[in-house]
């Protein structure tokens, strides 16, 4: 339990430090825009456009996705009510998010997960653009932190769990 307390208290001191950098009013209004674009629409239309595209590859991106969210969906809401972290807002006296999160628990964070799963899949089967989806992954990672709604580890292990499950699809799908 010792390390869990200190893991909770290096955390709460790296999310703080990262919210000094929300000072700045335009963060606020592009973290959620960036926060948005992982809500999961993009990844419908992104679905809808790879089932119809007729290409191979865009076929077996499907899969992969579709297997890769079967999978990640279930454990991310295993994770987070079987841990039931507090968001920030709960955890930290006198801090208030900038927006209203979906669900009550923080860990680990889904919109990372997710994000990280995507471009994950997307590296691997467009592997000239791992860099510029690899950061968009991470945009909305760091967005979650700075609109209040997850601590840094929450944002780590969400990453970590897409990148994961991404790649164990791939394995599972394309074997």
Request: charged share 15%.
């Amino acid at each position: 339990m010792k390390l869990l307390a200190t893991i909770h208290q290096l955390d709460v001191h790296m999310f703080t430090w990262l919210m000094a950098w929300k000072r700045l009013a335009s963060f606020t209004q592009i973290s959620r825009w960036i926060s948005h674009t992982g809500d999961g629409f993009l990844y419908l239309l992104l679905a809808a456009y790879l089932y119809w595209s007729g290409v191979p590859t865009d076929r077996l991106f499907l899969e992969c996705a579709v297997a890769a969210f079967a999978l990640e969906r279930p454990l991310y809401f295993i994770l987070k009510n079987g841990f039931k972290r507090n968001r920030p807002q709960e955890a930290l006296y006198d801090f208030r998010s900038f927006i209203i999160p979906a669900d009550k628990f923080s860990f680990p964070s889904g919109h990372t997960s997710a994000a990280f799963l995507m471009a994950t899949l997307w590296a691997y089967f467009y592997p000239s653009t791992a860099v510029p989806v690899y950061l968009w992954a991470s945009a909305v990672g760091l967005s979650r932190i700075f609109l209040g709604v997850h601590f840094p580890t929450d944002v780590l292990v969400g990453a970590t769990m897409g990148i994961a499950i991404a790649r164990t699809s791939v394995r599972i799908v394309t074997a």
